[in-house]
């Protein structure tokens, strides 16, 4: 039998769709700082990020930090004091083998222009454990040279048309203060600014964009030039917190500065995480957990702010996105978040550029080093490799063509460049109703979702394949690749054995394989039940 041309391929009687499917999922990931990348684990889970999940570009903090040793005030003492230089340098060496290794493993950067280095800051150890400086320059025309110097270095190493493919965007989440930043909102504006000019200086066609905000919130905390805590008492004593207002930080403002100084916006960015925290009159924290579409719902806000603005031909990237921005977040382990992550990528597919899952491993510092491992880290691999159940959501996600055949509120089918089709359909329990993942402390709060129900029927028919194809199914679910709790079920070991690791890396793998056939009639007829929070991949076994 012949193969059938594209438009005689049928989904449940109807002539297949064909609008693109952006695969916004794998365009960038997140990591957690430059030197990290220096290690050996992490540029092997990063290999496979790139490999098996399709990862295009990763974006870290820190090319600038101290431990990465770009800028260079002294020639560092050792023993004894450092001695002065008369004019700093610019050494690139530990830069260099961290964009080799991205490079060499078939991606890029997506470089973000941050932080200070300590002979810069006005004020230093602002945050994290690794105690990075997120102030002000001293001297905004150091700032601009050091900026300079690093991107003519990249051209001299790597080509102009190369890095020409390279975002650059201006630090991380300078709404944060002091933590991120220790200036004022102005003062964020002004190093855009600078930096912008200063990259186009060198060349036109090289896209800069910002501001890196964080989250959407529903108030007036971040409207002035400093967070305003004490107008979060709404947020954080309203019953129902997603009847608020949300909106993003900075974004109008931004955009109006850059306008009225006729500066470039090659790109908006922000951060999506479906979730906030605001203190009440009393001082008290309220930690919000989002309904499950405010992922898409800020999405269509973002477009459309940058629709209605002066930069509408600016792309739209997500550079940080998760259930949650916590590091410790059990939930992050889980075949519940999984779920989760595949449903919000599948809704918001022509909504952005990219969103960049953060982060792709537990190789991860902010806090230190996890405790023991499976700790609630990002990662879609835990320190040791092991590969979580977000992992397997993310390699069905890529499996994925680029037209879509049908798109429902369960899944999609797609067609591939050859004219076969993949699939993935997910269970996100009607139980759930509006209500996400949220965030748990342990993995017993994890379980809370363990009794959502019920089951859910995936029956579709596609005609016009090729008779005998054979078709791969694989499943995700809480009898299936949930190896956090096979961990459990070990007593929550902090230090695993090499046997431990053996024999958990089995489990996290031993997903539920089965296979379809196309029948006689060129049929491939899907009829499969998902269990609460399954994951499933449809893919052609050749």
């Known amino acids: 039998?012949?193969?059938?041309?594209?438009?005689?391929?049928?989904?449940?009687?109807?002539?297949?769709?064909?609008?693109?499917?952006?695969?916004?999922?794998?365009?960038?990931?997140?990591?957690?700082?430059?030197?990290?990348?220096?290690?050996?684990?992490?540029?092997?889970?990063?290999?496979?990020?790139?490999?098996?999940?399709?990862?295009?570009?990763?974006?870290?903090?820190?090319?600038?930090?101290?431990?990465?040793?770009?800028?260079?005030?002294?020639?560092?003492?050792?023993?004894?004091?450092?001695?002065?230089?008369?004019?700093?340098?610019?050494?690139?060496?530990?830069?260099d083998k961290v964009f080799d290794a991205i490079l060499d493993a078939g991606a890029r950067p997506f470089v973000e222009l941050g932080f200070?280095?300590?002979?810069?800051?006005?004020?230093?150890?602002?945050?994290?454990?690794?105690?990075?400086?997120?102030?002000?320059?001293?001297?905004?025309?150091?700032?601009?040279?050091?900026?300079?110097?690093?991107?003519?270095?990249?051209?001299?190493?790597?080509?102009?048309?190369?890095?020409?493919t390279w975002p650059f965007e201006v630090w991380n989440?300078?709404?944060?203060?002091?933590?991120?930043?220790?200036?004022?909102?102005?003062?964020?504006?002004?190093?855009y600014e600078a930096t912008v000019l200063a990259v186009k200086a060198i060349d036109s066609q090289l896209r800069v964009g910002g501001p890196s905000s964080s989250v959407f919130v529903p108030d007036a905390r971040y409207d002035g030039e400093y967070h305003d805590r004490s107008v979060e008492t709404a947020t954080a004593e309203a019953p129902d917190p997603e009847a608020l207002p949300w909106k993003p930080v900075w974004i109008h403002e931004f955009i109006a500065y850059c306008a009225e100084r006729d500066l470039p916006i090659d790109f908006l960015s922000t951060h999506l995480y479906p979730t906030d925290f605001a203190f009440d009159t009393q001082g008290v924290g309220r930690a919000i957990s989002r309904q499950r579409d405010a992922t898409r719902n800020d999405l269509r806000v973002m477009k459309q702010v940058i629709a209605d603005s002066p930069y509408p031909q600016a792309e739209l990237h997500i550079t940080e996105w998760?259930?949650?921005?916590?590091?410790?977040?059990?939930?992050?382990?889980?075949?519940?978040?999984?779920?989760?992550?595949?449903?919000?990528?599948?809704?918001?597919?022509?909504?952005?550029?990219?969103?960049?899952y953060w982060t792709f491993t537990d190789v991860f510092e902010e806090g230190g080093g996890g405790i023991g491992p499976f700790h609630g880290g990002f990662g879609f691999v835990n320190e040791q490799g092991i590969h979580k159940p977000t992992f397997h959501a993310m390699a069905m996600l890529n499996r994925l063509g680029d037209r879509i055949a049908l798109q429902t509120e369960h899944g999609v089918i797609t067609r591939t460049a050859a004219d076969a089709v993949t699939a993935v359909f997910f269970n996100y329990p009607d139980s759930m109703d509006t209500r996400s993942v949220g965030t748990a402390?342990?993995?017993?709060?994890?379980?809370?979702?363990?009794?959502?129900?019920?089951?859910?029927?995936?029956?579709?028919?596609?005609?016009?394949?090729?008779?005998?194809?054979?078709?791969?199914?694989?499943?995700?679910?809480?009898?299936?690749?949930?190896?956090?709790?096979?961990?459990?079920?070990?007593?929550?070991?902090?230090?695993?054995?090499?046997?431990?690791?053996?024999?958990?890396?089995?489990?996290?793998d031993d997903l539920d394989h089965r296979t379809l056939t196309v029948d006689s009639d060129g049929v491939l007829a899907i009829d499969i039940s998902l269990a609460p929070w399954a994951v499933m991949s449809i893919f052609p076994a050749h």
């Open 173 to 191: 989440e300078p709404n944060l203060v002091p933590h991120f930043w220790t200036g004022t909102r102005t003062e964020y504006f002004e190093l």
């Open 322 to 356: 998760s259930t949650s921005p916590s590091s410790r977040d059990r939930m992050h382990d889980t075949v519940f978040a999984a779920t989760y992550i595949a449903r919000a990528f599948l809704q918001s597919h022509e909504l952005a550029d990219s969103i960049s």
């Open 1 to 95: 039998m012949s193969v059938e041309s594209p438009a005689s391929i049928l989904v449940d009687g109807r002539p297949s769709g064909e609008l693109p499917l952006r695969h916004i999922w794998n365009e960038c990931i997140g990591a957690g700082r430059a030197n990290e990348a220096l290690r050996a684990d992490w540029q092997r889970h990063f290999q496979e990020a790139v490999t098996v999940l399709g990862a295009r570009y990763v974006r870290f903090h820190g090319v600038f930090h101290d431990d990465m040793f770009v800028y260079r005030a002294s020639d560092g003492g050792g023993f004894g004091p450092p001695t002065p230089l008369a004019e700093p340098v610019y050494t690139f060496a530990y830069v």
């Open 441 to 508: 402390n342990s993995y017993a709060q994890t379980r809370r979702l363990a009794g959502e129900g019920p089951n859910r029927r995936i029956s579709h028919s596609v005609a016009g394949l090729r008779q005998g194809d054979v078709y791969r199914v694989e499943i995700l679910d809480q009898d299936h690749g949930d190896v956090v709790t096979a961990w459990h079920l070990m007593g929550e070991p902090l230090n695993l054995s090499r046997q431990d690791v053996a024999d958990l890396t089995t489990i996290a």
């Open 116 to 164: 200070m280095p300590r002979e810069l800051a006005t004020q230093t150890e602002t945050l994290f454990w690794w105690k990075a400086h997120c102030s002000p320059p001293k001297d905004m025309g150091a700032w601009v040279a050091l900026v300079t110097a690093t991107i003519e270095h990249w051209i001299d190493r790597y080509g102009i048309d190369e890095v020409r």
